[in-house]
């Protein structure tokens, strides 16, 4: 089977939805209890790696799955540890961020118009060309979706943290 056809053909409007909405409770209830999760952070991260290997999650469930790890590993109180677990979240998407196909698809204007097909419109037409750059751009948008996602998750807690740099600035200027 095509990876990621099986999540993509097989599950209802209604099946998606909930699982849309299952992901969405899954990060609020992270908020809502970071430090009663942190304690279960293991587990919970072996859970999401084992999902995220099945390649059966919608590209909106991966994300969930990362902003929930993401959401509890702020509860972590020793600083490196925590360095060290949303740098494991981080990876697969900053290894496929500077990857050279991602590097030649945006090095330059003319590189992503080309990528995007955009620069010969009849290619759209042609449907291999049409697959090719939908997954294609599909994956360098997913990429940077997910590590904006990430780095919100990051900065909303620091900003509601009394006492970190974020909260003291409110908000504004975290590096």
Request: aromatic share 2%; net charge neutral.
């Amino acid at each position: 089977m095509t990876p990621g056809l099986y999540r993509d053909t097989c599950f209802s409007e209604r099946i998606q939805q909930v699982r849309r909405k299952a992901g969405s409770a899954l990060v609020t209830i992270a908020k809502a209890v970071p430090g009663r999760l942190e304690l279960h952070l293991d587990d919970l991260a072996f859970k999401v790696n084992t999902l995220m290997t099945r390649d059966t999650l919608t590209d909106m469930q991966h994300m969930h799955c990362l902003e929930l790890l993401i959401v509890v590993s702020n509860a972590v109180t020793d600083p490196q540890r925590r360095v060290d677990i949303v740098g494991q979240i981080v990876a697969p998407s900053l290894e496929e961020w500077v990857s050279p196909s991602t590097e030649a698809m945006v090095c330059t204007p003319s590189a992503l118009l080309e990528a995007m097909a955009l620069d010969v419109p009849r290619a759209a037409q042609d449907d291999e060309v049409v697959r090719r750059v939908h997954k294609g751009v599909n994956k360098v948008a997913n990429t940077l979706n997910t590590l904006h996602s990430i780095s919100r998750r990051i900065h909303e807690t620091n900003r509601a943290t009394p006492g970190s740099a974020a909260a003291a600035s409110g908000g504004a200027g975290v590096g």
